[in-house]
């Protein structure tokens, strides 16, 4: 199941770039947790979270080094913003909304109706996030003109078993 939620993660994506930014993107390695770690969210210099409920627990990081952030943002946008704060960290959280829509969309198919919180953006090192520890965690790892980033779905089923 995890090649397959990867898959939607990459679609979601590449929808993404087609439909607002205009940019190619390459998807990279998928990394999974393993089943006894505990889970640990990201450890990135940005962060926008989404979580869900319903029809399964978890949520959706996009995460990335603080220039891509910004670069995708403006990108977004059509501005030219020098921070990510007010409305282009608005921006990069939509970003991720998009993204979680997509996956929203195919998993809902599987686990029936699953809703999204408004995005969170955490930006900064110096930061901690508790999460349960009975999280499962597939992170898709991408590349494109503006830099590197990843998207993370992080998810509670009962009986997943990776």
């Known amino acids: 199941m995890k090649d397959e939620f990867a898959q939607m993660i990459k679609e ?10 205009g940019m ?8 999974s947790k393993r089943e006894a ?21 978890g949520g959706v990081h996009l995460a990335s080094p603080k220039h891509t952030a910004m670069q995708l943002t403006n990108s ?12 282009a960290a608005d921006g990069f959280g939509e970003l991720n909304n998009i993204i979680a ?38 992170k898709q790892y991408f590349k494109c003109d503006s830099g590197p980033f990843f998207v993370e779905f992080f998810f509670y089923i009962e009986g997943y078993n990776p």
């Open 12 to 21: 979601s994506v590449h929808d993404l770039f087609v439909a607002f930014l």
């Open 24 to 31: 190619e993107v390459t998807p990279g390695p998928m990394v």
């Open 37 to 57: 770690d505990p889970y640990r969210p990201p450890d990135t210099e940005v962060t926008a979270i989404i979580n869900f409920s319903g029809g399964l627990q």
């Open 76 to 87: 977004f946008s059509g501005e030219e913003y020098l921070e990510l704060f007010g409305e």
């Open 101 to 138: 829509g997509g996956l929203q969309t195919r998993l809902s198919e599987r686990f029936g109706n699953i809703n999204l919180t408004p995005p969170t953006l955490i930006s900064g090192t110096d930061y901690k996030m508790q999460y349960k520890t009975n999280f499962f965690s597939i």
